[in-house]
């Protein structure tokens, strides 16, 4: 667990009404796997009481567990996965250890605004948050089931899971190319299975108009896995409907990053979502990684994130802002084992950042490390939709 005085959650308010706010909480490794539901139930409300958030500002929750098939069911009875009444909330849940000794931990995003969002549970998969005519689609727990037998089963769960998220922007009035921010995609054994997810990706990308003469999605393709023992893929995504020219632009510095393409990969680096009074920075799963696509800093953990964190704060240059912009960090690490150098070098670099580090192998072997996460920039752009 992080140590006392750990920053539990980071806000950003602009000049406009809206407040964010972003809430991590990690159990004591020494309690039960009851008793440590319980106490991030406690503490979230802790944090989330002392921010002066009230419940039905939550918008989205991830739980992050050591072992889903067995934690799940307790997880979904518990209030982290209930929704408030006529208020309801996104939740993921997904298998990725952390590595603090906790068997569970919670990412959890809330919206603190005069007048609540309207939000609309669209499908126990969906949910729809309306404001400033704007639609913000949080769509979480995507995953295949059963697939056809005759077809290679990672190409074709990857598919049905895209599917699945394309069903619930049609229904909206959105699209794939045009709506969709962020995805985050989960593999189990990625050593082995994460070239048929990227080949069937880049199938249906192209299918719907996303190439590289327009542009992809902001990603995460890492280890984890869902609730069922049979889904080898799984799928969180972040969409919004409503947008106008000119709001969403893609973040990349070449000096220190090639394009995902170069490597026959189809994601975008970042993603930028500008607003009237303020920028969204979804960046991407990023690793140490050269401007030529080579991995860097072979077998040395603390040199790739290091490496990590300068592609990072290069993207966010790219986008008007820097790591000190960051609301959390999500870190994932191929071998537990280093996980007391990197907490101790990000205890260092970036002590007041909310982060979580959890097991999760990246889509190369070399790369020991990848992080990942959402910045918060004023902007002034009154010819844009408020947020």
Known sequence: MPAE???????????????EHFLFV?????????????????????????????????????????????????????????????????????????????????????????????????????????????????????????????????????????????????????????????????????????????????????????????????????????AHRSDLVSMDAYSILGLVPGQVTYLNDFEYLCPTQDYHVTFERGTRVAYADRAHLFISGTASIDRLGRVVHLGDVLRQLDQALANVDALMRAGGSGLADLMYLIVYLRDPADYPRIEARLRERLPNLPRIIVAGAVCRPEWLIEVEGVGIVADHRPDLPSF
């Open 26 to 226: 990690e159990a004591p490794g020494a309690l039960a796997f009851p008793e440590q539901v319980a106490f991030v139930c406690r503490r979230y409300e802790e944090v989330r009481t002392a921010l002066g958030l009230a419940p039905e500002t939550a918008v989205f929750r991830r739980v992050f567990l050591s072992d889903v098939l067995n934690q799940a069911a307790l997880v979904r009875e518990s209030s982290l996965a209930a929704d408030f009444p006529h208020s309801p909330v996104a939740v993921s849940i997904i298998q990725q250890p952390p590595l603090s000794g906790a068997k569970i931990a919670l990412l959890a995003y809330h919206l603190d605004r005069p007048e609540p969002p309207l939000k609309e549970r669209l499908s126990v998969k969906h949910m729809l948050v309306r404001h400033d005519g704007l639609g913000h689609l949080w769509s979480t727990r995507l995953c295949a089931g059963a697939c056809d037998a005759s077809a290679d089963p990672v190409e074709a769960q990857t598919r049905e899971v895209f599917e699945e998220l394309i069903g619930a922007l049609t229904a909206q009035g959105g699209t794939l190319r045009d709506h969709c921010i962020r995805t985050w995609l989960y593999i189990k054994n990625v050593d082995i299975f994460y070239q048929g997810l990227v080949d069937a990706r880049t199938e249906i990308f192209t299918r719907h108009g996303l190439t590289p003469a327009t542009h992809y999605l902001a990603s995460t393709g890492i280890e984890g896995a869902c």
């Open 5 to 19: 005085g750990d920053t539990p959650a980071r806000s950003f308010r602009g000049k406009g009404a809206t407040g």
